[in-house]
């Protein structure tokens, strides 16, 4: 048995990380080009949000967090040993997984072996619109970004595996491995501290709201006299804090506050997209295919009684029963594409989540082991709880009338494994953190039946979740 950092490792594996490496170099050399190298190893449980708050300073800009609802993946990600970033085009999607497919197609992986969630990973996610990816705000993250981790820790069904990544070039040696190690064993018993200064806000504001509804109040009768079912715009609240905003911090009352969702984070720079995000846009495992339908939502009540009375009139809501069906509908006909079998509920579920409940309905399906993740994410972003219907027009016109900078905000978020693995979030309920600022975002679908004011009020409910995260007032 091997210490490192004061966990155990499950198997004495030097020799074998040793010959691994120097396997990687051997090819590097040969195909003059470079090698990514991978090991997986068993640890002890550690936390994934601890192993996170140690990276901060010496990897602050390269980190990301995910966590799913039901807690079978949480992955820790620090350092960048190679990024991946494409042009903004309609074929963006296909060329990040080309890129990916090159760089895994040679990669040498030791250690533990088709583990899902392990080994070289690919972590990042898209912006909602490539036409209007060209933002002051997201001038960090740009329309699409994605990077592999040096270091990765990973909870897969309760068990702790660590994955240490590499990029061996053809000039590299093998003494790479010692400084590999030497990081990894300060990482790993590093002590933690999130911290007692907690930031303040010291400015909360709505941007433009009267516009917003005006352009909704626009939107509904555009609706009315158009081939034009649904709209999905979106609004934006800036508030300002006395210090910079810690990620972990917020990352640790989101994992607390919203259970039922999937909690993420992705760094790039200075700047920090967070969220915790109710919506699976697409999970794959093996030949298995998940997806959601989410649309249509209403708030929490006060008392259990309200609670139950607000979930029955949002199950039997006419409007909002039609907006939900459009999205199943979508959902639906993108699996029956790719899949031998569908499986759809005949009518929705509810929901909860801490200050919102929701129209509910999972989808799954068994689909062609060749099909990938990112051929599914093109199929269904976005889906009409995102953008409306029809979609090309949908997206057109919320490029031409919302003056929000969307950016990564309703875009795909998620990872993907060497072994065609992967699960993908639409990235609502979120914030752009950028130092002592940051920027939320909330949308609501627009159709026949809606009306500003009550689409406003559901913006204000969909802000709740990170206002609560980072200590704002939530006017209840």
Request: charged fraction near 25%.
């Amino acid at each position: 048995m091997e210490r490192i950092g004061g966990f155990f490792l499950a198997i004495s594996h030097e020799t074998e990380l040793i010959e691994g490496l120097k396997a990687a170099l051997d090819e590097a050399k040969r195909k003059k080009h470079k090698i990514l190298f991978s090991e997986v190893v068993e640890v002890d449980n550690i936390s994934p949000l601890s192993f996170y708050q140690v990276g901060r300073e010496q990897y602050i800009g390269e980190r990301f967090f995910w966590q799913d609802p039901n807690k079978d993946i949480i992955i820790a990600g620090l350092g960048k040993v190679e990024k991946i970033q494409v042009s903004a085009a309609d074929s963006r999607f296909m060329e990040v997984e080309a890129s990916w497919t090159a760089l895994i197609e040679n990669a040498v992986k030791t250690g533990i072996l088709e583990k899902e969630g392990t080994g070289p990973l690919l972590f990042g996610g898209f912006s909602f619109d490539h036409n209007k990816s060209n933002s002051l705000l997201w001038d960090q993250f740009g329309d699409n970004l994605f990077y592999i981790p040096a270091f990765m820790l990973s909870i897969v069904k309760g068990q702790a595996y660590l994955t240490t990544n590499l990029i061996c070039s053809p000039e590299d040696h093998v003494q790479l491995f010692i400084k590999m190690i030497n990081e990894r064993d300060t990482l790993l018993s590093g002590s933690v501290n999130f911290g007692n200064g907690h930031h303040e806000i010291i400015e909360q504001r709505e941007i433009a709201p009267e516009h917003w509804k005006y352009t909704v109040a626009n939107t509904i009768e555009e609706i009315k006299g158009t081939d034009l079912k649904k709209l999905v715009l979106a609004r934006e609240m800036r508030l300002i804090f006395n210090h910079s905003v810690l990620s972990e911090q917020v990352l640790q009352k989101l994992a607390v506050e919203q259970q039922t969702s999937f909690v993420f984070s992705l760094e790039t720079g200075s700047d920090c997209f967070i969220g915790a995000s109710p919506e699976r846009l697409i999970k794959k495992t093996g030949n298995e295919m998940f997806s959601t339908c989410l649309a249509g939502s209403i708030a929490r009540g006060k008392t259990k009684q309200e609670d139950d009375r607000l979930g029955y009139e949002l199950l039997h809501d006419q409007k909002n029963l039609v907006e939900h069906q459009y999205v199943v509908s979508m959902i639906g006909e993108a699996m029956k594409s790719v899949c031998s079998s569908v499986n759809i509920p005949k009518a929705p579920a509810l929901m909860k989540n801490r200050h919102i409940q929701h129209l509910y309905t999972p989808v799954k399906g068994m689909c062609n082991r060749f099909v990938s993740i990112f051929e599914m994410i093109e199929k269904l972003h976005p889906t009409p709880a995102l953008g409306g219907l029809p979609k090309e027009k949908a997206v057109r016109r919320i490029r031409e009338v919302e003056q929000l900078e969307r950016g990564f905000y309703s875009g795909p978020i998620g990872w993907t494994d060497s072994y065609g693995n992967g699960e993908f979030a639409v990235a609502i309920r979120s914030a752009l953190l950028q130092g002592k600022e940051a920027s939320l975002f909330a949308g609501c679908g627009i159709v026949e039946d809606s009306t500003p004011e009550g689409e406003y009020n559901e913006t204000s409910i969909k802000f709740k979740p990170m206002l609560s995260a980072l200590g704002g007032n939530l006017h209840e």
